[in-house]
């Protein structure tokens, strides 16, 4: 099966500083990939779709200067958490699509973020 | 916006017990729907899904059921076992890309032996 992976698993920062969480798929091309947050005890919420050498689309209330995408190739994306805060601690996931979106997405085994 | 939304927050079987887990959803436009389950720590791990020109979707010891006309979902898992303890989230892709998901609250079940 597609098979989507995370780096880093974990990762802690203190605050202010910035973090880069990168998706990537192994064995299939990702026109597409998504990035969600989950907060404890809570659903998964979609942050931003991005399409391979485009600016990714943000969903509503998600600021995009502070959570930079970049998806420059057709196997990995990142997001960059800038000047981190305590309230950005979650567990970030992305999923990897191929066929433009027309097609299942495979999700990653998320990061867990701690600001301190 | 339009959500997802779950009628169950948890749910508490006996192992070899059938289980049954709900989703409503409210975006008419939605065509394309997944179950998933989520262990702690982890990422979700894609279990079925269904799209909106079929009702019952069957796979191993698991089925889902559609039902557009009450834009009612639903996972049933037959004989659960102890490792099917998780969360379990529905998802619909509100008739854009398949990826594109908005996720419902999430079901915790547990299977006690």
């Known amino acids: 099966g597609a098979v989507v992976s995370q780096h880093p698993s974990w990762v802690i920062c203190k605050s202010g500083t910035s973090v880069k969480i990168e998706c990537r798929s192994l064995d299939f091309q990702a026109t597409t990939m998504f990035w969600y947050r989950q907060f404890p005890k809570q659903s998964l919420m979609l942050m931003a779709t991005s399409n391979e050498g485009s600016k990714a689309t943000y969903e509503q209330g998600v600021e995009k200067d502070k959570f930079l995408i970049n998806h420059a190739s057709l196997t990995l994306s990142t997001l960059t958490v800038t000047s981190a805060h305590p309230e950005d601690s979650s567990f970030y996931i992305c999923?990897?699509?191929?066929?433009?979106?027309?097609?299942?997405?495979?999700f990653g085994q998320g990061t867990r973020l701690t600001v301190v | 916006g339009e959500s997802v939304g779950l009628h169950l927050p948890t749910l508490s079987v006996q192992e070899g017990d059938n289980s049954i887990i709900n989703c409503a959803y409210s975006?008419?436009?939605?065509?394309?729907f997944i179950w998933y389950k989520q262990e702690s720590g982890k990422g979700p791990q894609f279990i079925i899904d269904i799209r909106s020109n079929m009702d019952k979707r069957q796979g191993q010891r698991v089925t889902v059921l559609l039902n557009k006309t009450v834009k009612h979902l639903s996972l049933q898992i037959a004989a659960t076992q102890p490792g099917d303890s998780a969360v379990y989230f529905c998802?619909?892709?509100?008739?854009?890309?398949?990826?594109?998901?908005?996720f419902g609250q999430g079901t915790i079940l547990t299977v006690h032996p």
């Open positions: 998802a619909e892709n509100g008739g854009t890309s398949y990826g594109k998901l908005t």
């Open positions: 975006n008419s436009a939605s065509d394309y």
């Open positions: 999923s990897a699509s191929s066929g433009g979106g027309n097609t299942e997405a495979f």
